[in-house]
């Protein structure tokens, strides 16, 4: 595991992944929105987005993530993923987040080398 983030939540199935990711290489004052990286990664086309967070909510077991690409509600064991407009609903496990494969790990490295495409 990188010693830049720690993967805090994940969810798979056999088309893609969300994961939420804390950085670890920023100072402790930094905001939530800097420091935490909600990320879907599309295994069949390789391609990483950043889903854009906006607010979540938890009752009992559930859990709820909004973001403008969409909504996530999950609890222990599996997830749903519904994009915006509910143009399409994905359904998730949830997976122990020592279950990243190497493929995600180097997907997460190269996205945390160079954020929203920056440069060093």
Known sequence: ?????????????????????KRLDLPENASYTETCHWLYFDKQTGALMKLWFHTMDSSGEIEER??????????GTQATFIEKYNSAQ??????STKEASPELISVLESYFKHPEGKKD
């Open 1 to 21: 595991m990188s010693s830049k983030f720690q993967i805090l939540y994940f969810f798979e199935n056999a088309r893609l992944m969300i994961a939420e990711i």
């Open 90 to 95: 994905h359904t998730l496990d949830r997976r």
């Open 66 to 75: 909004y973001f403008e690409q969409g909504f996530l509600k999950f609890n």
